[in-house]
Structures are given as C-alpha cells and as structure tokens.
C-alpha cells in the first residue's frame, strides 16, 4: 500500500480537533497536532485540556483546564465548526475525560482517535492514575481507533507485553474492551532490534509498518505526532488502514529528519514529510 496525502483540491476543506494539553516547546500535544493538521492539508481546531510548561528537557509544571472550560471549548467547535475527525492527548484526569465522553457523543464525532497519553518521556505524569476507570469504561468504546505505545496498551490491558504476540493478544482485548481498532506502536519494542513495527488491529486483521530505527534522542512527540497523523488521514477521507500507513510515512520522516534543538530530547521535524513529497515531485517534473 502507497501512503498517500490528503486530497487538498476537491474544493472541501477537511477539518480535525484536536483535544489535549499545550507543550510551551512546541514539539508535542497541541502544538504538534495543529503542525501535523497544517502540513497534512488539514484544517486544525483545539480544545485545551492543560498548559504545560515544558521544553528539550523535561516538563516544570501542569497548570489543568477545569472539565467545564474543557466542555466549552467542544460545544464551541461542535455547534460551528463539525470536525471530520477528533483526536485526544493530555486528559488530565478523570472529570475532563468524562467532559470529553459526554460531548463526542453527544456531537456523534465518530472518528475518534484517542492517543491514551499517561506519561511524558522525562518521567512526568499527564494522565492521573486514578482516570484509568474512566478512561476505559466512558472515552474508549467510542474510539474508532486507539493508539497506545508498549506501556500504555500493558496498563490498558494489564498485561505483560514482550513479544508481537503479546501485542496481538492486547490488540484483540482492546478490540473486547470497545475500541474500533487499535494501532500498538513499536518504538519502545526493543525485541524488533534495529527496526520499528507498528501493528494495526482493524476489522479482524493485522497489519504491520516496519521502518528503520532511527538512533536519535530528539524523539519529543512522536506519539502526539503519529496520532494527529492519522486523525488527519481519517480527516481527509482515508480509511484506517490508509491513515496508519500515512501515520508511519509521516513519522518516520519526521524523526529521520528530527530537529536538534535545545539541549535534551529535541521533537521531530513536522516539515520533514511535505518536503520529502515536495522534491519527489520536483523531481518527477524534471523527467
Ligand atoms: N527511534 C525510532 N526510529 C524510528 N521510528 C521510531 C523511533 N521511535 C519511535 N518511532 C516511531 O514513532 C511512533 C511512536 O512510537 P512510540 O515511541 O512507540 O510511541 P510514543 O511516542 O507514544 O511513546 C511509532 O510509529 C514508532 O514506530
Ligand atoms: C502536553 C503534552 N502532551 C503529550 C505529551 C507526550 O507526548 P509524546 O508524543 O508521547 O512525546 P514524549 O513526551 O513521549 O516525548 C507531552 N510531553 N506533553
């Protein structure tokens, strides 16, 4: 399968909402889901659910949204804007997934990517232990798709995950649990040696993205980065097959390119993936 861009000249504009918590530098949450919208064709909305003060080298602070201010903001964009796809980051916490659940369904926003976001890689906690319940009982059977990493899919599932059965095995009882499908994604598999797998779960089969792994440590945000990804290729149209390949091509090149800035964990490189598409096309033109 051809990863492909949204379609950008069919005279529609396609829109994506994306509901999470702001990164002050700029390469994960919000920030980096409204890059990857733009740089995808598609037009990007937000709901804030917390201000983070974090950059390169860790987060200093979580300043929460309330579960009302969070309400607010989707009854906004629900009563004006209809997104075609809705993505989530940062919840915080168990009242602003409840605000969260109540408003996706009561707009009908069926194309639900939910990135269960527990944990930052410096160690800090964006996601309360104690909104696990909600978390799975009230937002995931309304994901159409779900996009946890390694440890994310272990304490949505509660089991160990050490081999690509293992996955497989989380994959199907995430399925159980309600979600449409579930994307596992391989960066923290370290089994897979010098390549990443992703593995997508959707409508009773498997499929798998593998790419190089890229020896880096300016990976900030790719989780927020492949989730808006796909949430922009289901924006655009793409099924969910089609919008985990764009997810994979979009990612991969963005951490290929990823962008050494500041001095700890810099983020990928949300130009990376339009330029690469950019010059082949130039050079197609020059044949
Ligand atoms: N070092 C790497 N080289 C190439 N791809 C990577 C690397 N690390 C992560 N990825 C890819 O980035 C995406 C996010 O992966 P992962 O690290 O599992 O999630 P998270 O960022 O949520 O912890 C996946 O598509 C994964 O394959
Ligand atoms: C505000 C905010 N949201 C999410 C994250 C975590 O993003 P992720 O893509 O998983 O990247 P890392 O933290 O793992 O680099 C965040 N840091 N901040």
């Known amino acids: 399968m051809k990863a492909q861009a949204p379609k950008r000249d069919d005279g529609t504009v396609r829109k994506a909402l994306t509901i999470a918590g702001s990164d002050s530098g700029g390469g994960a949450g919000i920030q980096a889901d409204l890059k990857t919208f733009q740089e995808l064709g598609v037009y990007g909305m937000s709901a804030v659910t917390a201000v983070t003060a974090q950059n390169t080298l860790g987060v200093r602070a979580v300043y929460p949204m309330t579960a009302d201010a969070v309400a607010?903001?989707?009854?906004?964009?629900?009563?004006?804007?209809?997104?075609?796809?809705?993505?989530?980051?940062?919840?915080?916490?168990?009242?602003?997934?409840?605000?969260?659940a109540d408003q996706v369904a009561s707009f009908g926003w069926r194309n639900l990517v939910i990135d269960p976001v527990m944990i930052a890689k410096g160690g800090s906690e964006l996601l309360r232990q104690d909104a696990l319940r909600s978390l799975k009982e009230r937002l995931l059977p309304l994901a159409r798709v779900i996009t946890p990493n390694i440890p994310e899919a272990e304490t949505l599932t509660g089991m160990k995950i050490a081999t690509m059965a293992d996955r497989e095995k989380a994959a199907r009882l995430l399925v159980a649990m309600g979600a449409g499908s579930v994307a596992i994604k391989g960066g923290h598999d370290e089994s897979t040696g010098d390549?990443?797998?992703?593995?997508?779960?959707?409508?009773?089969?498997?499929?798998?993205?593998?790419?190089?792994?890229?020896?880096?440590?300016?990976?900030?945000?790719?989780?927020?980065?492949?989730?808006?990804?796909?949430?922009?290729?289901?924006?655009?149209?793409?099924?969910?097959?089609?919008?985990?390949?764009?997810?994979?091509?979009?990612?991969?090149?963005?951490?290929?390119?990823?962008?050494?800035?500041?001095?700890?964990?810099?983020?990928?490189?949300?130009?990376?993936?339009?330029?690469?598409?950019?010059?082949?096309?130039?050079?197609?033109?020059?044949?």
């Open 72 to 100: 607010v903001q989707l009854g906004a964009v629900g009563d004006d804007l209809a997104p075609d796809a809705v993505k989530t980051g940062m919840l915080v916490g168990a009242p602003i997934i409840d605000a969260v």
């Open 195 to 287: 390549v990443t797998v992703d593995l997508l779960y959707d409508d009773g089969r498997f499929r798998y993205w593998e790419s190089p792994r890229v020896d880096t440590r300016h990976t900030h945000g790719t989780g927020c980065t492949y989730s808006a990804a796909l949430a922009a290729g289901l924006a655009a149209g793409l099924n969910v097959p089609e919008a985990a390949e764009l997810a994979k091509s979009f990612i991969r090149a963005a951490i290929e390119d990823s962008l050494d800035i500041g001095s700890g964990h810099g983020p990928t490189n949300h130009w990376a993936y339009g330029r690469r598409a950019r010059r082949l096309d130039h050079s197609k033109s020059l044949h």
